[in-house]
């Protein structure tokens, strides 16, 4: 792959109107604690991984009805499957994808951010998801 290939860079923000992801959250993680449960805990860490390995699994096997899921109200309001879909194929235009790396995981703003580092063909993408104190997908962008 070239280099110039490499710093061929996809951003496709999916928080629209007005959902974002906290101010950290490139650099951060997924799911904010759920009631009870300290942020950055070990049963809020895992459960906010499996919150968003389940959005890419389902997102990358172009299931945007199922990837939804476990969105949050805003983001549900904000972002369609037809969305979905759509930023599917932009990200597509980097190549197959050949590898996702294990998530890093950090806390911002009562929500935990997980990101992965997704390997294409043309270029590697960070898929960053934020995860809310519910479980729920609150924020995902792709860069």
Do not use: N, W
Request: charged share 15%; proline share 3%; hydrophobic share 50%.
């Amino acid at each position: 792959m070239s280099t110039m290939a490499r710093t061929v860079t996809l951003a496709c923000a999916l928080a629209a109107a007005g959902v974002a992801l906290p101010a950290d959250a490139q650099t951060a993680t997924g799911r904010a604690p759920a009631a009870g449960e300290a942020a950055g805990s070990t049963a809020a860490t895992a459960a906010a991984v499996a919150t968003a390995t389940r959005f890419l699994d389902r997102f990358e096997a172009g299931d945007f009805a199922a990837a939804r899921a476990d969105f949050s109200p805003e983001m549900a309001a904000a972002l369609d499957a037809a969305k979905l879909a759509t930023v599917s194929t932009q990200l597509a235009q980097a190549g197959p994808i050949a590898a996702r790396s294990a998530p890093r995981v950090s806390q911002s703003e009562g929500h935990e951010v997980v990101v992965f580092t997704i390997e294409r063909r043309a270029a590697d993408v960070e898929a960053t998801i934020s995860v809310d104190g519910q479980g729920r997908v609150a924020g995902v962008y792709f860069l």
